[in-house]
């Protein structure tokens, strides 16, 4: 069982920046791959980052590829999403997910969830 919580969210002006952080519970964080994903209001949920186990690979969305950054500390049982040069349309609910398994970065294939954090981003 893995229980997961999100923090960092809030507001910013269009072209800020702001870190989440996602605090893992387990003593088998670094087997999990982890994700973000987002749902903004009236929207389906959608896969922002991925990163493996051993934070070798990663994986983004066409939408903040370059903008966004996903990284992970094994030893702290933390993942983070650094998210630079924000726009409006980043505005969502900021959920954190992890999975045992490998597979396509799609909601289905994640296991645990943490309760979500809202980014607001201003014009």
């Known amino acids: ?45 959608e896969f922002v980052a991925g990163i493996i186990w051993s934070g070798g690979r990663t994986s983004y969305a066409d939408s903040v590829k370059g903008r966004f950054t996903i990284s992970r500390d094994n030893a702290k049982n933390t993942v983070y999403l650094q998210m630079n040069s924000l726009k409006p349309e980043d505005t969502a609910v900021y959920y954190c997910a992890a999975r045992s398994a490998s597979g396509s970065y799609t909601y289905s294939t994640y296991d645990y969830w943490g309760q979500g954090t809202q980014v607001t981003v201003s014009s």
């Open 1 to 45: 069982q893995v229980q997961l919580v999100e923090s960092g969210g809030g507001l910013v002006q269009a072209g800020g920046s702001l870190r989440l952080s996602c605090a893992a519970s387990g003593r088998t964080f670094n087997s999990y791959g982890m994700a973000w994903f987002r749902q903004a209001p009236g929207k389906e949920r």
